[in-house]
């Protein structure tokens, strides 16, 4: 995000872009303060103006995650993870409020991010975000993934058109998704926001047709893929500093199919559960969603204390033949407490508790679209999706996150963080409310436990996390995954 200062007003912009699936994303959001902003030299050296003490709370330390700076010695400098921010000037100051909602997702950039065209690996939408997307990183809550990959290569591209437009085009790739977002975004002047459009592409096998204790797939044997093809508008506006909201519209035609790219539609399973609420095996779904961020935390991608709310809900409009219904909420709350009990060297010690819930209200439920519990962001020791698929459910978590060693590697400071974690989710007996049930079928259990322990590495690029899970049932499961969870 940018802030533009002229002598009558201050635009807060905001560009924050990413690839996620194979898709063409593109996002930029504005504030404005309605304030006069003064200049410095017109005003006592004791004083400031409520309009400048918000602004400068809001300023980024010059950041860079350019893959050339591990070569040169003139980019040698402390760095943040994904840090949207752009170079510091004299006289502009380079803001982005929205970047504190990332993470440590992985991003570098390829390109010098001051210039009109960038482009890298990783993805910069960043929350709240009211549009589909295969790219976005964070979602109210990460039951709402369709991510089963370990590990997912995804790029973005975009291209400034003058100060206020820009295009986004984000990709994602790995062996179990294929994805697209391209989006057009506007900072109007005249508006305290910013407006975005976007068009998508997703193909994608889904957790709730997978991973349980039996294996149900196709007539043809074949497993069952989700398609997805749509696209939406958006407006996005931080409402106070601690608070940022988005709303929008989006449209989606939704298809199961028998493989990746083929015109052959799968309607039912080989049990002759249905996968759709259309009989043709298509569905046409149009919602008007919205998500709100509240984050009182002292850093956006490490925090060691405050605390993190995200809210989403979805309500659809009934159209077409599947004339679905429904209203989807969900929220997480994450609360950052630091806490001294052990560690190997210098550096933060924090106990953090999370809690997840979600539901739909109504009786249409589609597959696609319900909460799928287990693996590395919902309940770690199971595969994804591997303890239920609902259409409520609600999950906690304590882990606590202490440090382990500290060193320099190809000029990138490192943080080496040990973890230690206790996850359980309950799909609260609604795996039957799901059309087709296929929590059921495939014999999910409906609850879980998972326990362990796991290291972190905290880089410019990202974080990086690698956790052993042991689960109520017996089993273990080794996660790797980029990014935090909460």
């Keep these: ?29 504005t504030t404005a303060f309605g304030q006069p902003v003064l200049e410095k030299e017109s005003l006592p050296s004791n004083s400031v103006t409520e ?40 006289d502009q100051n380079q803001v982005d409020p929205f970047t504190k909602t990332t993470g440590g997702q992985l991003r570098i950039e ?20 009211a549009l589909i997307s295969p790219t976005r990183d964070v979602f109210n809550v990460p039951a709402e993934s369709t991510q089963l990959s370990i590990f997912t290569v995804k790029g973005h591209a975009r291209q400034r058109l003058g100060s206020n437009h820009a295009l986004l085009l984000e990709a994602l790739l790995d062996p179990t998704r294929y994805g697209l977002d391209f989006r057009y975004g506007n900072n109007a002047p005249s508006l305290p926001g910013a407006f975005a459009v976007n068009i998508f592409t997703q193909n994608a096998r889904s957790p709730a047709f997978e991973n349980g204790d039996e294996d149900v797939d196709l007539p043809n044997g074949n497993v069952p893929w989700v398609i997805r093809l749509g696209g939406g508008i958006e407006y996005v506006q931080p409402l106070t500093s601690k608070l940022d909201g988005a709303v929008g519209i989006n449209y989606q035609i939704v298809s199961t199919r028998d493989a990746a790219f083929t015109n052959s539609i799968e309607p039912e399973d080989a049990l002759g559960n249905p996968l759709t609420f259309s009989e043709d095996g298509q569905d046409t779904l149009l919602t008007l969603d919205a998500s709100l961020l509240f984050d009182t935390t002292d850093d956006p991608n490490a925090p060691t204390h405050g605390s993190r709310l995200r809210f989403g809900t979805s309500q659809s409009i009934p159209v077409g033949d599947a004339n679905i219904l429904y209203n989807r909420l969900s929220a997480s709350f994450s609360q950052f407490i630091p806490l001294n009990l052990f560690g190997f060297t210098e550096g933060p010690r924090t106990l953090i508790l999370n809690l997840q819930a979600g539901t739909f209200i109504g009786d249409d439920v589609p597959p696609y679209q319900a909460f799928n519990l287990g693996g590395s962001d919902t309940v770690r020791g199971f ?41 359980y989710g309950n799909d609260l007996a609604t795996a039957d409310e799901v059309r087709g049930n296929p929590a059921d079928a495939r014999d999910k259990p409906g609850d879980g436990l998972g326990y362990g322990l796991g290291l972190s590495a905290d880089t410019s690029f990202g974080r990086f996390r690698g956790e ?11 996660h790797f995954a980029v990014g935090d969870r909460f």
């Design 468 to 478: 052993l899970g042991f689960n109520s049932d017996g089993g273990s499961q080794f």
């Design 51 to 90: 309009t400048e003490a918000t602004i400068e709370s809001l300023i980024l330390e010059t950041v860079s995650t350019r893959a050339e700076d591990l070569l040169s010695n003139e980019y040698e400098r402390g760095l943040t993870a994904q840090d949207n921010s752009s170079s510091e000037s004299e």
């Design 110 to 129: 390829l390109t010098d991010p001051s210039k009109p065209f960038t482009y890298g690996f990783g993805s910069i939408i960043s929350y709240p975000d």
């Design 1 to 29: 995000m940018s802030i533009i200062t002229d002598q009558s007003r201050t635009l807060v912009g905001f560009f924050n872009l990413g690839w996620e699936t194979t898709l063409i994303s593109l996002f930029w959001a």
């Design 383 to 423: 595969d994804v999706g591997e303890v239920g698929t609902s259409s409520s459910f609600i999950k906690t978590t304590a882990e606590y996150r202490f440090p382990i060693a500290a060193f320099r590697l190809l000029k990138q400071d490192i943080g080496l963080r040990g973890t230690l974690f206790v996850d």
